[in-house]
């Protein structure tokens, strides 16, 4: 998902004859363009919905955009898709703490530390020279 600031938006309800824009089963819908500020002059194309009713130029969305040949087309993720993220990020951060509480059990255990790198030793002086 990406985060967009929006510059301009346009929607169109009707093809260049003037008909509305239908399904193949026959529902209208309408088609919404936008441009952001991440994306330059480029139009990204995508549905209006509810959730972009109320969207406004200078407002920051967040999107899924996904490059089909020379376009660009956008998707207003839904609750599932949000919830994955947040869920991820749950997992990653629980991984994090895992791994520094394993640390500092070992160390209270120990007295040493598990990781692998050397002590810290001062700055290397590269005015040294080798022969």
């Known amino acids: 998902m990406t985060k967009l600031t ?6 169109f309800d009707k ?9 193949k089963d026959g529902r209208t819908y309408t088609r919404l363009f ?3 500020k ?3 002059d480029k139009p990204i194309s995508g549905f209006d919905s509810i959730q972009t009713q109320n969207w406004r130029e200078g407002d920051e969305v967040e999107v899924e955009v996904e490059q089909k040949g020379e376009y660009l087309n956008f998707k207003v993720p839904n609750k599932t898709d949000q919830l994955t993220k947040v869920l991820e990020e749950i997992r990653n951060t629980q991984l994090k703490h895992t791994m520094y509480f394993q ?3 070992s160390f ?3 007295g040493k530390k598990t990781s ?3 002590e810290f030793e001062g700055e290397p002086n590269f005015d040294v020279k080798n022969n």
């Open 38 to 40: 991440e994306y330059g």
């Open 116 to 118: 692998e790198y050397p």
């Open 15 to 23: 093809d260049r004859d003037g008909n509305p824009l239908k399904t």
């Open 103 to 105: 640390e500092v059990i």
């Open 6 to 11: 929006l510059t301009s938006l346009t929607r």
């Open 34 to 36: 936008i441009r952001a």
């Open 108 to 110: 209270l255990s120990t």
